[in-house]
Structure formats: structure tokens, C-alpha cells
């Protein structure tokens, strides 16, 4: 079956990078859009990034525009999401997800069928 194991996590303080990344295993075809999703502490999920995988166009949420950069290793199977200049803000449990591999648009959370354990990023002023 198709699973996602994300890490990278960490603890830094403001003005830090991280880099986390998603190994993806278990797909006869690859997934269509891979996504990055984040929840903080009394706060609804919010989509982060997202590619669709076979021509490498990018989405991002207005928030970290600038700052995150989410790309792929094919060869690798896996995800990444670069966050550099991280604020206080960006705190959260960051979740990797991917779409099945027959999915036109990934707009939505509810696209992405496969979902990572998440992976812990603290952010300190």
C-alpha cells in the first residue's frame, strides 16, 4: 500500500531553515499532485505547497510565498520542502499527502487520499 514518511522536523529559532522531506513508497503509477499541510495547536489544517508531479507546476499558500520552495526527486521518491526565513508563526505539525495517480486537480485537501504521520516544526522567536 502507499505510505509517506516524512522528516526533517526540528526545533529552530526565527530567521532558520529547514528542510523536510517525504519519502513516498507503494504506488504502481505515481501520484499525480503531492502536497505539503500544516496544523498548529487549535488551528484547522491549511495546505502549505503543492505540485502536480508530472509537469512540476508549484502552488503556494500567500504565507509563505518567497520563503518555502517544494520540489521532487523522482529517482528518490521523494518530496521535499525547503523553509527558509521561518517565523514564529510557521510552527506546526507539517503533514506530506499525496493524490492517487488518476486525479486532474489537487486543489483541495480532500484531492489528496495518502496521508504522512506528520513531523513536528517549532519555531522560537
Known amino acids: 500500500q502507499v505510505q509517506l514518511v516524512e522528516s526533517g522536523g526540528g526545533s529552530v529559532q526565527a530567521g532558520g531553515t529547514l528542510r523536510l522531506s517525504c519519502a513516498v513508497s507503494?504506488?504502481?503509477?505515481?501520484?499525480?499532485?503531492m502536497g505539503w499541510f500544516r496544523q498548529a495547536p487549535g488551528k484547522s489544517r491549511e495546505g502549505v505547497a503543492r505540485?502536480?508531479?508530472?509537469?512540476?507546476?508549484?502552488y503556494y499558500a500567500d504565507s509563505v510565498k518567497g520563503r518555502f520552495t517544494i520540489s521532487q526527486d523522482n529517482a528518490k521518491k521523494t518530496l521535499y520542502l525547503q523553509m527558509n526565513s521561518l517565523k514564529p508563526e510557521d510552527t506546526a505539525m507539517y503533514y506530506c499527502?499525496?493524490?492517487?495517480?488518476?486525479?486532474?486537480?489537487?486543489?483541495?485537501?480532500?484531492?489528496?487520499?495518502?496521508w504522512g504521520q506528520g513531523t513536528q516544526v517549532t519555531v522560537s522567536s
Open positions: 507503494g504506488y504502481t503509477s505515481g501520484p499525480s499532485c
Open positions: 505540485i502536480h508531479t508530472r509537469g512540476g507546476t508549484t
Open positions: 499527502a499525496a493524490t492517487t495517480p488518476w486525479v486532474l486537480h489537487c486543489a483541495e485537501e480532500a484531492d489528496f487520499g495518502y
